[in-house]
């Protein structure tokens, strides 16, 4: 199929470059650029997720652990709670 396309004069030159290196005829280039670039749009490289350390300090004790996870169960018991009773 034929049609016009507009192509920026520095990637041109590029697409006349690879065909002369590569022997092969411009129109077929560009079709290989086309595909290669259409895939890479489908399915983009994954990048690994990465999440530097931080440092949080020595834990002081299983007692303000303890507190802090009954205060969490209360707080939570007293949303439920509140939910609930908006429902009526």
């Keep these: ?10 990637l041109l030159d590029s697409l006349k470059q690879a065909a002369q290196q590569s022997g092969r005829p411009f129109k077929q280039v560009v ?4 595909r290669l670039g259409l895939h890479e749009l489908k ?15 020595q834990l002081r004790g299983h007692g303000d652990l303890d507190r802090a996870l009954l205060l969490a169960d209360m707080l ?5 709670t ?3 009773e908006m429902r009526k």
Excluded: C, F, V, W
């Excluded at 199929?1 to 520095?10: C, H, W």
């Excluded at 399915?43 to 990465?50: D, G, L, S």
């Excluded at 939570?76 to 439920?80: F, K, L, Q, R, V």
């Design 76 to 80: 939570e018991d007293a949303a439920i």
């Design 31 to 34: 079709n290989e650029a086309l």
């Design 43 to 57: 399915q983009p490289k994954a990048r690994p997720y990465h999440l530097p350390a931080a440092k949080m300090g």
């Design 1 to 10: 199929m034929r049609t016009t396309l507009t192509i920026d004069d520095q």
């Design 82 to 84: 509140s939910k609930l």
